[in-house]
């Protein structure tokens, strides 16, 4: 039901009449589908209306109004997964594209705030200007930098910078009833870096290893932990798009391509240079992601996926080493030749045997550019697996058991056919790991269809049976009902959360769970 | 009305416990909480005894506050805040259930101490990130589910490090497992899978670990915890640097963690110093007197599988490149306490009596989270309380320690008394609460509050306290779980 | 291309946003990382390239009718290519012909906007969309004595372009231009007083017929002339000729060329020597129209090939703003002793917008100025004491932005600078 003219003009007093909008031109912009997991439908349901807020207080005034006017709100930074979606009637969208400010960067003890619409590009260029760094999100820079944000936060430098859930100290908060609640010192003393007390952590109400998905209120700022660059302050990019390289990679910078007899081995490797903590990132990339990441269009991907698999041997790792000084360069590279001999591992030819090649897959991993390329290029539209955060072998064994689902997929003509390779990754020096199944497909009902109803469901199933813990993509009523049981019955804490903190149910939380009363 | 016979067949008559002298023991320690006798120490076994209990407690409006670790207790947070309280004793639950080198990750239930856990993990070649010189009685559950801030600040990613996994059992008298633990499938399924309860995070959506962290036992109780290990380094170079101008050090420290070049690294007074050195088996700090410089950095380098030496002597190198920018000189001897040494004293326990003991027969903490940036106007904002007071400065013993990657700095003050001097002891006890306010107002953030000044310390931040309240609702809706602390 | 044809395009779209912004590797900052003024200024997603691709999905649906808010939003676009250019870093489909393709559902429906409206009638009327100069009697090229190529056979055609041509405050752009060419030996003929219009912006707003009635009247001017090289100094001219007339094979063989180019290629062969110095220094704008849209236009005719993966035959090759003009005009610049060319955060194929295209300046000038003014204040970060540019369009927005007339100096088209450089002497003698 459309909103009433007083309801529209309430919303209209808080954040301005050009910061609002019910027409249908603007809601059909948002809602045209995520291409992540497109189906049947071109655009979601359509909601009331959008608002702009540029501070936290609008956003705690349009949330109270929507307490009041029992409307739901779903909140979104870039917008770009399905979850950012309204639901439907009855839904404020909460745009958040005018809360885009670096707060702070603290040098000296290493965080930095943002508001939820800076994304990871400005965040990083900021940073590397001062010798820093931080995690980007995997899915590209084009993310926000709000550690929690992202669906799960995880990133290409996740080895040396964790992710989300490790990384977000002080934090503030529109609770879904339309509180602040500022995490942790913010609340006792007005600083940011800590989120943590007094007494017990809010942080563990506010996500888990996946976030909840639109559907606990609003995080309007964090502050993230940031870490050292060794780099250039800025990188030394070169060419035109989409050409772009450095001429050269930087000093005491390297970059290898190494595929594994066998998981084995791969577990292996990955677990020495874990231990030996020499990587700056390691990432399990497929040939396949290698090849769209450094091609410039579908054709030259699948020209690049065919000779890259002709040197694959088994499961694969990038690595990115950086040295912060030239001994500690020296070392790092001496320990990976060292492990690399050691496992079986090979280099993949003329992957990045060309410097400036290499140079550019470097920094287009560094900046995480390439994952639109790796994952959206080839049809507009992935699905697929998402793992959770767990001990590296538990993680790749899930993963890779769900890929042997894929060729099945492949072989019924109802995918893309790159090979049923899944990447995975480590981080924290090997401490957790990672991995995703990218299944990438023309939309279709057909393929939707066995995706949400054999796929995944056989993939949960696997998760369950095999006790791979509970995946990423576990979200929603239903996905966390089927996992809940098996799993402390976690869901059934989850609802009291949502419902201690989300009386009205004014939070729209179909990605996150509801009450279900 | 609670039935003593229920109680018996569930823990067994032999550890029902209604001594007065042990009694005596639970209902004050020393800090300076009101003393309230229990009513009686159960201890406990199992996680179904627990359960149990739990159970039964919530029938009959029992107040419950768990305790793992052994005397002396020194924060408040074991010591009944109301009358008719069962004191959950764990410290008998000393199972190291599994260690697993791979995963680096340990797991154990709440009565195993430091002690014993070290000794088992290094078997495997693991090592913990451990606090400093904690007491031979500590429990290591104990110290993981406060939040005591550990030595090694490369490996703290996270304040919640290094605690990974927990089972609990919540004041509801559910019991739940966190993170990777909550399933699918009992634990041994998931060890046969490959899992080894790492993952603190989740399951989902939610971190319950951190919910439970710093609770004091007001959420649940814990029967067993897994915990994140290192891997013990095959080289070592411990090193010290001494100097009198704190900010300094702080460069020193701040690039020392950012550059990822150290293990162990934090930063003492002259007088915490001392004491610990006192307090160390064959220790020389009496000796060393007033020879000490004023602050004293001390850091460790270490190798590990692949080319340690290599490894070290860059790191070295590395660092003294640092040092030097700063004006600093790094010492393997310092007034004749050789670093070496240091060393193994601080990756022990305390011997006994515990090191904070030894001055005066008693002590208070006050202790929060700050950064750098803070720290000079805090310790200035210390010096001028303890010296109205008239608590000589010279006594005063300070422990500065990076945590999560140098993000935060643990500041520790501790306060030295004789505990049998009426007039001394009060004089601390209000030292020490105008030392909190005064701190509060200079930013620091005491972020684990205990005894007296936690009510003081909570009520800055309303919106928190309402939020925690409601956790309290969910997972202790009957409020049985240690009452009176933080902020219920 | 109708609408439909660009549905499987608009349909690829994943909403990463990457139209927003510059392309990610390129960011060095906090500031100036946004590409596209139109979302840069309003926000809301409709806004974007990516928001009104869904938009058109929406309009091919029958979700969405041509009201008058759609309207804004599509015409509330310069139509830069900014957000094509970021899109194709990554991605193999179009944006900006989509977007065209709405404009050109819009005017076949009377949707459009007044101001829009009554450019069109002129064109229609007079063969040109801007007001006539002050003085019909005076000319740019008064006492050059060129050859008038409407009368007379010539191989080198200067066009000047309306913007210039009616503007008196940038005949001298003209001017210099040919006199450059004439220093290097070469001799343009012109129109003199009846150069009609290139009819692009006619195109990029939609009226694709009046485009192409106009297009054809201009070209069969040109190849009665029988000119092989058309010499033009305003990027917009230079798009239409070298791309738009093109993509409708109305070019035939004529070769297009921007000033910078053939200044580029006579400073490289000595033809022209920069020696005066002009101590200033300087940043430079690229002009949509002569960077990322200048690329030569891509023929194709093909189909999609079934299947899971967007793979055409014959395989199509994107445009996405490698070929386009940026070089030319910087060894121009670069060529001028004393000058110190700086370049700003945003430029080459991911340069902000001056403002003025798409029809934005006569439609919504507030929102044109806005854009002018973000770009102003980008080049002010730089240090520079002007700014070049190689577009009258650009550099009239640009200076219309400013509002102290003593500003009105720190903007220069190229060919000025060149020929305080090259023409000193004569210039000098003609003050």
């Known amino acids: ?31 045209w589908r995520s291409g992540l997991y497109a189906g049947v ?15 936290t ?19 979104s930074s870039t917008g770009w997964g399905p979850y950012n979606d309204a639901a439907g009637p009855g839904v404020i969208r909460i745009d958040l594209r005018r809360m885009n400010r670096i707060i702070e960067i603290n040098e000296k003890n290493m965080y930095a705030v943002v508001e939820p619409y800076v994304i990871g590009a400005q965040l990083q260029a900021e940073l590397m200007k001062r010798g820093l760094n931080c995690n980007m999100c995997g899915a590209g820079s084009n993310c926000s930098a709000l550690p929690i944000a992202a669906h799960q936060g995880i990133g290409h430098m996740s080895q040396s910078a964790s992710y989300g859930e490790r990384n977000q100290l002080a934090l503030e908060w529109v609770t879904p009833d339309g509180e602040i609640i500022r995490l942790g010192s913010l609340g006792s003393s007005d600083e940011w870096f800590c989120g943590d007390g007094p007494g017990p952590s809010l942080r563990g109400l506010v996500r888990g290893n996946v976030v909840p998905l639109g559907g606990l209120g609003v995080y309007t700022k964090a502050a993230t932990k940031i870490y050292h660059w060794s780099g250039p302050p800025i990188f030394p990019v070169e060419g035109i798009s989409p050409h772009y390289s450095a001429g050269k990679i930087p000093h005491n910078f390297s970059i290898g391509f190494y595929s594994f007899p066998s998981m084995d081995k791969l577990d292996e490797a990955q677990q020495k240079v874990g231990e030996s903590e020499i990587a700056l990132e390691l990432m399990g990339f497929n040939a396949a992601m290698a090849a769209a990441n450094i091609a410039t269009s579908n054709e030259e991907e699948v020209k690049l996926f065919r000779e890259f698999s002709q040197y694959v041997q088994g499961p694969c790792f990038m690595i990115i080493i950086a040295g912060n000084s030239d001994r500690d360069f020296e070392y790092k590279t001496k320990v990976l030749s060292r492990i690399i001999n050691e496992t079986g591992g090979k280099a993949i030819p003329k992957l990045l045997d060309d410097p400036v090649v290499a140079a550019g897959c470097l920094w287009r991993w560094l900046r995480s550019t390439g994952s639109i390329r ?3 290029r080839v049809s507009g539209c992935f699905g697929g697996e998402v793992g959770g955060t767990d001990c590296f072998r538990l993680m790749a064994d899930y993963i890779y058991k769900t890929g042997q689902m894929k060729g099945d997929l492949i072989k019924r003509g109802l995918v893309y056919d790159d090979g049923t390779s899944p990447f995975t990754q480590s981080f924290e020096h090997g401490h957790f790991g990672h991995g995703e199944l990218l299944i990438r497909y023309m939309p279709n009902p057909i393929t939707f269809k066995v995706l949400t109803t054999e796929f995944l469901v056989q993939a949960n199933e696997t998760a369950i049976r095999d006790h791979y813990g509970v995946p990423g993509h576990v979200f929603g009523d239903a996905a966390h009902d089927m996992y809940g049981p098996h799993c402390s019955s976690y869901h059934l804490w989850l609802r009291r959360i949502k419902k201690a903190f989300d009386p009205q149910g004014a939070s729209e939380a179909t990605h996150y769970i509801t009450v279900k009363e | 009305m609670l039935d003593l016979q229920q109680l018996a067949t569930i823990a067994g008559k032999e550890n029902l416990i209604q001594e007065p002298n042990i009694l005596k023991q639970y209902s004050q320690d020393c800090s300076f909480v009101n003393p309230v006798r229990p009513r009686m120490v159960i201890k406990l076994h199992t996680a179904e005894q627990v359960q149990q209990i739990v159970k039964t407690a919530r029938a009959t409006d029992t107040p419950l506050i768990p305790v793992s670790s052994g005397c002396p207790h020194s924060r408040g947070d074991t010591v009944p805040a109301v009358g008719g309280a069962i004191i959950v004793d764990l410290s008998e639950m000393k199972k190291i259930i599994h260690v697993d080198r791979k995963n680096r990750v340990a797991m154990f239930e709440p009565g195993v101490t430091f002690a014993e856990l070290i000794e088992k993990v290094k078997k495997n070649g693991l090592r913990l990130n451990m606090p400093l010189l904690p007491r031979q009685t500590k429990s290591v559950v104990g110290s993981l589910l406060e939040r005591e801030p550990v030595t090694m600040p490369k490996y703290h990613w996270d304040i919640a490090d290094p605690l990974a996994c927990t089972e609990i059992i919540l004041g509801t008298g559910e019991l739940f497992r966190t993170g990777a633990a909550a399933g699918s499938g009992s634990i041994e399924e998931q060890w046969a899978a490959g899992g080894a309860q790492k993952e603190a995070a989740g399951p989902s959506a939610a971190s319950w670990y951190r919910l439970i962290q710093g609770s004091q036992g007001t959420m649940g109780i814990v029967t067993w915890a897994s915990a994140r290990c290192e891997i013990v380094p095959a080289l070592e170079e411990p090193f010290w640097i001494a100097s009198s101008q704190l900010e300094k050090l702080l460069e020193m420290t701040h690039w020392l963690i950012r550059l990822r070049l150290v293990n162990e690294c934090f930063m003492l007074n002259n007088t915490c110093l001392k004491m610990i050195l006192q307090s160390a088996e064959g220790g020389t700090g009496a000796a060393i007197g007033n020879a000490l410089p004023p602050w004293i950095l001390f850091f460790n380098i270490a190798g590990y599988e692949y080319f340690p030496e290599e490894r070290v002597a ?17 010492l393997k001897d310092l007034c004749g306490i050789k670093a070496d040494k240091f060393l193994r004293i601080v990756q022990q326990t305390s011997a006994n009596p515990y090191w904070k003991l030894r001055c005066k027969g008693g002590f208070q903490d006050i202790f929060f989270l700050t950064i750098f940036d803070n720290l000079a106007t805090q310790m200035e904002t210390m010096y001028r309380t303890v010296n109205s007071a008239g608590y000589p400065v010279s006594d005063l013993s300070i422990y500065l320690q990076p945590v999560v990657q140098g993000a935060n700095c643990h500041c520790e003050f501790t306060l030295f008394y004789n505990p049998d001097v009426e007039e001394e002891q009060e004089r601390i006890r209000r030292l020490s609460g105008d030392a909190v306010r005064n701190l509060l107002d200079q ?29 309290k609702n969910i997972v202790d809706p009957d409020w049985i779980m240690n009452p009176g602390k933080l902020c219920f | 291309m109708t609408l439909a044809y660009y549905r499987q395009d608009m349909e690829t779209c994943c909403r990463c946003s990457a139209c927003k912004f510059i392309p990610l590797e390129r960011v060095t900052g906090y500031e100036y990382v946004a590409i596209c003024p139109s979302i840069a200024r309003y926000n809301f997603h409709a806004y974007s390239g990516g928001g009104r691709l869904g938009m058109g999905v929406a309009l091919l649906e029958g979700d969405l009718d041509y009201s008058d808010k759609l309207v804004e939003i599509i015409y509330n676009c310069q139509m830069c290519g900014g957000c094509d250019v970021s899109c194709k870093y990554a991605m193999d489909m179009d944006v900006l ?14 949707k459009t906007l007044p101001a829009l409206d009554r450019l069109i009638t002129k064109l229609r009327h007079g063969g040109t969309m801007l007001p006539p100069a002050p003085s019909a009697r005076k000319s740019w090229s008064d006492g050059l004595n060129l050859e008038d190529y409407t009368r007379q056979k010539v191989d080198l055609i200067y066009h000047a372009g309306c913007r210039i041509g009616q503007d008196p405050a940038m005949w001298k752009i003209a001017r210099y231009s040919v006199l450059l060419l004439r220093k290097a030996g070469l001799e343009p003929g012109i129109a003199p007083g009846s150069e009609l219009c290139c009819g692009g912006r006619a195109y990029e707003m939609g009226y694709q017929d009046d485009f192409l009635r106009q297009a054809r009247v201009v070209m069969k001017r040109i190849e009665q002339s029988g000119a092989k090289t058309l010499v033009t100094g305003c990027a917009e001219c230079y798009h239409a000729f070298k791309v738009l007339y093109d993509k409708f094979n109305l070019r035939g063989n004529l070769k297009v060329l921007h000033t910078s180019e053939i200044f580029a290629d006579l400073i490289s062969s000595g033809r022209l020597q ?34 899971h993966i967007r793979l055409f035959d014959p395989p199509r090759e994107f445009r996405r703003g490698t070929k386009g003009v940026y070089e030319p005009p910087r060894r121009v610049l670069k060529s001028i002793p004393g000058i110190q060319l700086v370049e700003m955060d945003r430029r080459k194929e991911y340069a902000w917008c001056c403002g003025a295209g798409g029809g934005v300046k006569e439609s919504n000038p507030a929102f044109a100025e806005w854009t002018a003014l973000q770009r102003l204040q980008e080049a002010g970060t730089t240090g520079a004491d002007a700014i070049v540019t190689a577009c009258p369009g650009c550099e009239k927005n640009l200076k219309d932005a400013l509002k102290k007339p003593a500003d009105q100096t720190r903007i220069y088209d190229l060919s000025e600078l060149l020929a305080r450089s090259v023409l000193k002497e004569e210039i000098d003698a003609a003050q």
């Open chain 1, 1 to 31: 039901m459309p909103l009433s003219k007083d309801q529209y003009a309430a919303f209209e007093d808080v954040v301005g009449p050009e910061n609002i909008s019910a027409e249908p031109a603007i809601l059909y912009s948002y809602s």
């Open chain 1, 41 to 55: 439908e071109k655009f979601t349901p359509r909601f009331e209306a959008v608002v702009l807020p540029q501070s």
């Open chain 1, 57 to 75: 207080e609008e956003v705690q005034a349009i949330v109270r109004l929507c307490n009041k006017f029992k409307l739901q709100f779903k909140a």
């Open chain 1, 374 to 376: 790796e994952v959206f």
């Open chain 2, 314 to 330: 860059g790191q070295i190198q590395d660092m003294q490149e640092i040092a030097q920018r700063t004006g600093l000189a790094p």
């Open chain 2, 443 to 471: 930013r620091a953030f005491f972020s684990r509050p205990y005894g007296e000044n936690a009510r003081l310390i909570l009520n800055r931040d309303a919106a928190t306290v309402n939020a925690l309240k409601k956790v």
């Open chain 3, 97 to 110: 012909e989509p977007l065209n393709a709405i404009r050109i559902e819009c005017v076949s429906r009377g």
């Open chain 3, 274 to 307: 920069p020696q005066q110095e002009v101590s200033l220094k300087i940043t430079y704008h690229d002009p949509c129209h002569l960077g990322r849209l200048g690329e030569p236009y891509t023929h194709w005719q093909g189909k999609q090939l079934p299947g």
